[in-house]
Protein backbone atom coordinates (compact mmCIF):
# COMPACT_ATOMS: atom_id res chain seq x y z
CA UNK A 1 0.00 0.00 0.00
CA UNK A 2 1.56 3.60 -1.11
CA UNK A 3 1.29 6.04 1.63
CA UNK A 4 2.79 9.54 1.49
CA UNK A 5 4.09 10.70 5.18
CA UNK A 6 4.56 14.82 5.00
CA UNK A 7 6.99 16.17 7.96
CA UNK A 8 7.82 19.87 8.74
CA UNK A 9 4.39 21.89 9.19
CA UNK A 10 4.21 24.57 11.80
CA UNK A 11 3.66 28.48 12.91
CA UNK A 12 6.17 30.99 11.82
CA UNK A 13 6.17 34.68 11.51
CA UNK A 14 5.82 36.32 8.32
CA UNK A 15 9.02 36.44 6.86
CA UNK A 16 10.50 33.07 7.81
CA UNK A 17 10.63 30.08 6.63
CA UNK A 18 9.96 26.45 6.74
CA UNK A 19 10.66 22.72 4.77
CA UNK A 20 8.32 20.37 3.84
CA UNK A 21 9.20 16.88 3.76
CA UNK A 22 7.37 13.74 2.03
CA UNK A 23 8.50 10.59 1.63
CA UNK A 24 6.68 7.40 -0.48
CA UNK A 25 6.73 4.34 0.86
CA UNK A 26 5.03 1.07 -0.49
CA UNK A 27 5.87 1.73 -4.18
CA UNK A 28 8.27 -0.76 -6.33
CA UNK A 29 7.93 2.07 -8.92
CA UNK A 30 9.02 5.28 -8.37
CA UNK A 31 6.90 8.27 -8.97
CA UNK A 32 6.96 9.88 -11.91
CA UNK A 33 5.60 13.35 -10.55
CA UNK A 34 6.21 14.63 -7.03
CA UNK A 35 4.49 17.56 -5.72
CA UNK A 36 2.79 20.14 -3.43
CA UNK A 37 -0.31 21.67 -3.12
CA UNK A 38 -2.44 23.86 -0.88
CA UNK A 39 -5.93 24.78 0.47
CA UNK A 40 -6.64 27.47 2.99
CA UNK A 41 -9.81 28.05 4.68
CA UNK A 42 -12.79 28.53 2.52
CA UNK A 43 -10.87 28.24 -0.78
CA UNK A 44 -10.24 25.33 -3.11
CA UNK A 45 -7.12 23.31 -3.44
CA UNK A 46 -4.45 24.93 -5.26
CA UNK A 47 -1.24 23.91 -7.12
CA UNK A 48 2.23 25.03 -5.13
CA UNK A 49 4.95 23.38 -6.94
CA UNK A 50 5.63 20.18 -8.82
CA UNK A 51 9.01 18.13 -10.09
CA UNK A 52 9.13 15.47 -12.81
CA UNK A 53 11.48 12.71 -12.24
CA UNK A 54 14.40 14.45 -14.26
CA UNK A 55 13.98 16.99 -12.24
CA UNK A 56 11.95 19.66 -14.00
CA UNK A 57 9.82 22.33 -11.60
CA UNK A 58 6.35 24.48 -12.26
CA UNK A 59 5.53 26.37 -9.53
CA UNK A 60 2.64 28.83 -8.78
CA UNK A 61 3.21 32.31 -9.30
CA UNK A 62 2.42 33.36 -6.31
CA UNK A 63 5.68 31.70 -4.81
CA UNK A 64 7.88 31.82 -7.25
CA UNK A 65 10.79 33.06 -6.17
CA UNK A 66 10.13 32.42 -2.48
CA UNK A 67 9.66 28.81 -3.07
CA UNK A 68 11.86 26.03 -4.05
CA UNK A 69 10.65 22.50 -5.09
CA UNK A 70 13.62 19.26 -5.05
CA UNK A 71 13.69 15.84 -5.03
CA UNK A 72 15.78 12.39 -3.65
CA UNK A 73 14.69 10.02 -6.03
CA UNK A 74 17.04 7.49 -4.37
CA UNK A 75 14.82 8.37 -0.98
CA UNK A 76 11.49 8.97 -3.14
CA UNK A 77 11.14 12.12 -0.82
CA UNK A 78 9.97 15.67 -1.93
CA UNK A 79 11.02 19.19 -0.02
CA UNK A 80 9.68 22.12 -0.64
CA UNK A 81 11.73 25.13 0.61
CA UNK A 82 8.84 27.97 2.04
CA UNK A 83 10.92 31.61 2.69
CA UNK A 84 10.15 34.86 3.12
CA UNK A 85 6.75 33.65 4.05
CA UNK A 86 3.22 35.57 3.82
CA UNK A 87 0.18 35.15 5.95
CA UNK A 88 -1.60 34.54 2.52
CA UNK A 89 0.82 30.70 2.58
CA UNK A 90 -1.68 29.78 5.36
CA UNK A 91 -3.22 27.08 4.62
CA UNK A 92 -2.97 22.81 4.73
CA UNK A 93 -0.10 21.32 2.57
CA UNK A 94 -0.66 18.17 0.62
CA UNK A 95 1.90 16.18 -1.02
CA UNK A 96 0.73 14.41 -4.02
CA UNK A 97 2.74 11.74 -6.02
CA UNK A 98 1.52 10.46 -9.82
CA UNK A 99 3.10 7.41 -11.38
CA UNK A 100 2.27 6.64 -14.78
CA UNK A 101 2.71 2.97 -15.43
CA UNK A 102 1.25 1.26 -13.52
CA UNK A 103 -1.05 4.18 -12.83
CA UNK A 104 -1.60 5.80 -9.80
CA UNK A 105 -2.35 9.17 -7.81
CA UNK A 106 -1.48 9.51 -4.38
CA UNK A 107 -1.91 12.22 -1.55
CA UNK A 108 -0.49 12.16 1.58
CA UNK A 109 -2.48 13.29 4.53
CA UNK A 110 -1.92 16.94 4.98
CA UNK A 111 0.53 19.16 7.34
CA UNK A 112 -0.55 22.73 8.73
CA UNK A 113 1.07 25.74 7.81
CA UNK A 114 0.60 28.84 9.60
CA UNK A 115 2.24 32.08 8.93
CA UNK A 116 1.57 34.74 11.56
CA UNK A 117 1.72 38.65 10.25
Known amino acids: QVQLVESGGGLVQAGGSLRLSCAVS????????MGWYRQAPGKEREMVATISSSGRTNLADSVKGRFTISRDNAKNTVYLQMNSLKAEDTAVYYC???????????WGQGTQVTVSS
Open 96 to 106: KAKRIFPMGDY
Open 26 to 33: GSVFSMDV
